[in-house]
């Protein structure tokens, strides 16, 4: 008795989703994503002995021989101790191993729950380099049935819209040149405008408003590998989670006031990502058991990224 006792305090202590449904799974794959991606959250104070590298919001690793390709540090690859990959005048420890920051997709990552109504302002950010903290990036989302449009009207399209396309975890996106800074700035103020009643509840931990979860002013945006760096030229993104952002302002420079919300929305594929921030709630008719552990369908973005 004793022990399920605490297991019921432990239980107890963890907290809920709003409008917690145990029917609800995260979604694997989805529509209507928006050409914008932000990265996960890491520890940017995990590597002790490092010089200027805590804290200072940028990924940071020792440089290190990408033998395989995947960008990341594997076990065994030669690695240069002491030194620092992405960050100016700063430099791992020489402690005869390989340093990087943590990352975590559960622990470190945002997940919806302990981490719903987190206020994030983030930037339009160019990718160039190292991952930076509270940047976001503009995505390259191709439109089914127009090759017509390209660039910043094909992003200015994607971000009024719904893009019909399923996007998958575990999918790749290239990321459009440049930091796309006025046509963030105007497609975001043409969102709010909208919905212009709509607004976050702290009470009720939702959006609220006349059109509440249905607000065009919550989008879904992928959330990325802080690992992976992103290099000028089109630089490729992995999926490794949805996030569901509620837009509370935009500024002229791209700047986004944002939370994270929870969205629950019809989906082709169901799994606990990681973040669970974009949930289904299907029917008992649709949990078969091909559903409750689906494998991650193919889509138009399906050249899959490579994770230890």
């Known amino acids: 008795m004793g022990r399920i006792r605490n297991a019921l305090i432990l239980l107890a202590l963890v907290p809920a989703c709003a409008w917690a449904d145990p029917s609800c799974l995260g979604l694997c794959t989805t529509d209507c994503v928006k050409p914008l991606a932000v990265a996960d959250r890491w520890d940017d104070f995990s590597v002790?002995?490092?010089?200027?590298?805590?804290?200072?919001?940028?990924?940071?690793?020792?440089?290190?021989?990408?033998?395989?390709?995947?960008?990341?540090?594997?076990?065994?690859?030669?690695?240069?101790?002491?030194?620092?990959?992405?960050?100016?005048?700063?430099?791992?420890?020489?402690?005869?191993?390989?340093?990087?920051?943590?990352?975590?997709?559960?622990?470190?990552?945002?997940?919806?729950?302990?981490?719903?109504?987190?206020?994030?302002?983030?930037?339009?950010?160019?990718?160039?380099?190292?991952?930076?903290?509270?940047?976001?990036?503009?995505?390259?989302?191709?439109?089914?049935?127009?090759?017509?449009?390209?660039?910043?009207?094909?992003?200015?399209?994607?971000?009024?819209?719904?893009?019909?396309?399923?996007?998958?975890?575990?999918?790749?996106?290239?990321?459009?040149?440049?930091?796309?800074?006025?046509?963030?700035?105007?497609?975001?103020?043409?969102?709010?405008?909208?919905?212009?009643?709509?607004?976050?509840?702290?009470?009720?931990?939702?959006?609220?408003?006349?059109?509440?979860q249905e607000s065009p002013r919550i989008l879904i945006v992928p959330g990325f590998d802080p690992r992976l760096p992103l290099q000028s030229g089109k630089p490729a993104i992995a999926i490794t989670k949805w996030f569901a952002l509620f837009i509370e302002g935009a500024t002229a420079n791209g700047t986004m006031n944002s939370r994270l919300v929870w969205l629950r929305k019809a989906g082709e594929t169901l799994c606990a990502t990681g973040g669970d921030f974009v949930t289904d709630c299907p029917s008992p008719k649709r949990l078969s058991a091909q559903d409750a552990a689906p494998s991650i369908r193919a889509s138009w973005g399906a050249l899959k990224a490579s994770y230890r």
């Open 48 to 212: 002790p002995g490092a010089r200027n590298w805590s804290g200072n919001g940028v990924w940071d690793q020792e440089k290190f021989t990408d033998t395989n390709g995947n960008h990341i540090h594997d076990p065994g690859e030669p690695f240069q101790d002491g030194s620092s990959a992405w960050t100016k005048n700063g430099a791992g420890p020489l402690n005869g191993q390989y340093d990087e920051e943590y990352y975590d997709p559960l622990n470190t990552g945002y997940i919806a729950q302990k981490d719903l109504g987190l206020q994030l302002v983030l930037k339009a950010g160019n990718p160039a380099g190292s991952t930076v903290a509270h940047q976001f990036y503009a995505t390259d989302l191709p439109i089914p049935g127009d090759n017509s449009a390209t660039g910043a009207g094909r992003f200015t399209w994607n971000l009024a819209n719904c893009n019909p396309s399923m996007v998958s975890i575990g999918d790749v996106l290239s990321t459009e040149n440049g930091d796309m800074k006025g046509p963030i700035a105007q497609g975001l103020r043409d969102i709010i405008n909208e919905d212009p009643d709509a607004r976050w509840s702290p009470q009720a931990q939702r959006v609220i408003g006349s059109n509440g």
